[in-house]
Nanobody, 123 residues
Framework: QVQLVESGGGLVQAGGSLRLSCAAS????????MGWFRQAPGKEREFVSA????????KYADSVKGRFTISRSNAKTTVYLQMNSLKPEDTAVYYC????????????????WGQGTQVTVSS
């Protein structure tokens, strides 16, 4: 099993920045790709970004390209999402995800999920 714990959510004004973190643990955590999804009220969960184990592949949803940056810690067990130029439409619960293959994340699903962290952007 893999456990994922997110942190860093909160309330920010439009144009501001937040940095989300997700720490992974578990005996079976190996060369996993990690990523972020979000779910706004009344909407389905959507893919935001993903990064593979070797950090040579990163993917972003069109809605966040140029504003969000995904990265991993040196130990590769923590993934970050730096969110700049935040907009009210970025308001959602953000979920960390981990999967053995990055294409699993890009296709909109995951092997493991975190519990979610709320991000609220005020106008």
């Amino acid at each position: 099993q893999v456990q994922l714990v997110e942190s860093g959510g909160g309330l920010v004004q439009a144009g501001g920045s937040l940095r989300l973190s997700c720490a992974a643990s578990g005996r079976t955590f190996s060369t996993y790709s990690m990523g972020w999804f979000r779910q706004a009220p009344g909407k389905e969960r959507e893919f935001v970004s993903a990064i593979n184990w070797y950090e040579d592949i990163t993917k972003y949803a069109d809605s966040v390209k140029g504003r969000f940056t995904i990265s991993r810690s040196n130990a590769k067990t923590t993934v970050y999402l730096q969110m700049n130029s935040l907009k009210p439409e970025d308001t959602a619960v953000y979920y960390c995800a981990a999967a053995t293959l990055i294409r699993t994340l890009i296709r909109g699903t995951s092997d493991y999920w975190g519990q979610g962290t709320q991000v609220t952007v005020s106008s």
